[in-house]
């Protein structure tokens, strides 16, 4: 079969599948692409003869954020079903390196197919070719390298065969999966070969559940049935492996209490009874408390970050041991764990058989349920908005969301403060509900990410919210929910800066240096009046309808009409500060942001002190 490269990528894309429990999905769902000359007459030229049945194309306004939706679209799919991404070469592939980075620490599928340089090298150098006197063979793709789980060049016709079997082998395999990196150069693209039929033959994937081995099985129960005061800390491989029901089922036998990160929250619904909340730094005081006091830690697909270990300053029981329930070695043996490298589902499945018979003390079981109820009533207090005429506080916008949606709507989420007050506040009414990219935070993932949430979940309603600084970010892809007619729902909080690291600035002695959105004071500070800048209008002239809510009943309102709305809608808000009683509940539990050993100003240095006593309490758990 006579194709040229670029046409057989895609013939070959558009027939591999996925599947796991017999359920089958198509692999590479769609390809996102902004064309330029690295790409236009070699993929973009494949893509318009394929057709849209054999692979639908969408349309982006910027790199970074077209791979922010290939994410978005995966983890709503439950990593069985991807994007591919295509660019140009030059800026238009540097730009993925963000979004790859991303999808790689955070375990997602997605297909980066940037343009490259000429293979054959006829004039050197090309348009927005990068010259390296020491290696002629680099391009800026190769900046794709670290933050790709394969990367291959396709320099000659009959490589992309092998190339395009691995490629597609690391996105489907559980352990391996992120960002995949092809680089096309751009006269390969358009060269012709003699393919074999059986290339383009459809392929189906299996995605793996692997049991647990009998003897680490036999260890973790013991373990298990010898702890008094067990904890389960559930990760974002509870969600990849659909293990919800798994881990309600080990809870409800047990009573162990179940935690959760940023990427487990939903494992367990709100109101289930061992559901204790967020962990860590922006974790719940019961679930907290319950971690300081554990003597075995389940740690269930999780990757165990600082944010989650407070800097290996929460655990505090000296006899504390661990279970490192994950697919993955790497991480299962992570804080000296008693590794049980294995799927969650089946793990959780068959710990629970192992360890029949076993139930938490009753009293260990009433005060972490004392404990929640405990913290439900601070989210009540948070969320509380007894005056409707004033600007709301970021967790009373919470609050009114709370109070609208029910479990078939998403949130979507990255970076900022939110992440923090999400986390300690949000009742996750479903298991996909908490859409929060929190192994990079990446500030401007939120909108696009919504995108694709949205494609692979239509019909939900899907929200995007931001702060005033990711706005800025990355606003471009509202042009294509527009040009798509896609309906997310955009809320911005606008509170004039960069809120997060502004009150994180004050706590390490900064001072709040740089992070305010104000004109320069005499001082040249950036302490003058807020700047003029109208973010509702920006998103109007994007395209979208735009709500403006400027007290707590408008918000209440705004918030109704943009669930039901049919097109792509924006409610803007600009929050007020809250005061220690409406605000949400403080940290936790630490962070470790290291603070300067020697400054000039007392801020910093009261802030040091701080510092080395929180420090004084991490411990290496060997």
Known sequence: ??????????????????????????????????????????????????????MPFLQGRNEQAMVHAAVG????????????VTTSIGPGATNLVTGAAGATINRIPVLLLPGDTFATRPADPVLQQLEVPYAGDLSVNDALRPVSRHFDRITRPEALIPAALQAVRVLADPVQTGAVTLALPQDVQAEAYDWPEEFFAERVWGVRRPRPDRAELTAAAEAVRGSARPLIVA?????????????????????????????????????????????????????????RGADLVIAAGTR???????SATLFQNPAVRFIGLNLDPYDAHKLAARPLVCDARVGLE????????YRVDPSYESTYKEGKRSWERLVD???????????????????????????????????????????????????????????????????????GVALAAPGRPVWALVGDGTYLMNPTEIVTAVQERIPIRVLILDNHGYASIGGLSGAVGAEGFGTAYRFRAADASYTGDPLPVDLAANAASLGMVVIRARTVRDLREALAVARSATRPTCVYVQTRTPD??????????????????????????????????QAAQRRRHL
């Open 1 to 54: 079969m006579r194709l040229t490269v670029a046409q057989a990528l895609v013939r070959f894309l558009s027939r591999q599948y996925t599947e796991r429990d017999g359920q089958r999905h198509r692999l590479i769902a769609a390809t996102w692409g902004i064309f330029g000359h690295g790409n236009v007459a070699g993929i973009g030229q494949a893509l318009l003869e394929s057709g849209p049945e054999a």
């Open 73 to 84: 679209y995966a983890r709503q799919s439950g990593r069985l079903s991807a994007h591919a």
């Open 235 to 291: 990760g974002g491989g509870i969600r990849h492996s659909g293990a919800q029901a798994a881990l309600a089922e080990f809870a409800e036998a047990t009573g162990i209490p179940v935690a959760c990160t940023q990427a487990g929250k939903g494992a367990l619904p709100h109101d289930h009874p061992a559901e204790v909340g967020g962990i860590g730094h922006t974790g719940t005081a019961t679930a907290d408390a319950l971690a």
């Open 304 to 310: 165990l970050t600082d944010f989650t270990t407070a």
């Open 350 to 357: 068959d710990l629970r058989d192992a360890a029949a018979g």
């Open 381 to 451: 207090r948070a969320y509380a908005a007894p005056d409707e005429e004033v600007p709301p506080t970021q967790s009373q916008v919470l609050g009114l969301l709370d109070a609208l949606v029910d479990g078939t709507d998403i949130l979507v989420n990255a970076a900022g403060s939110l992440p923090g007050d999400l986390h300690k506040l949000w009742r996750a009414r479903s298991a996909d509900q908490y859409h929060l990219e929190y192994g990079y935070s990446c500030m401007g993932y939120e909108i696009p990410a919504a995108i």
């Open 580 to 613: 220690t009683v409406s605000g949400p509940p403080p940290a936790q539990a630490w962070w470790d942001v290291p603070v300067a050993e020697t400054a000039t100003r007392k801020a910093a240095d009261l802030a040091r002190e701080e510092y080395d006593r």
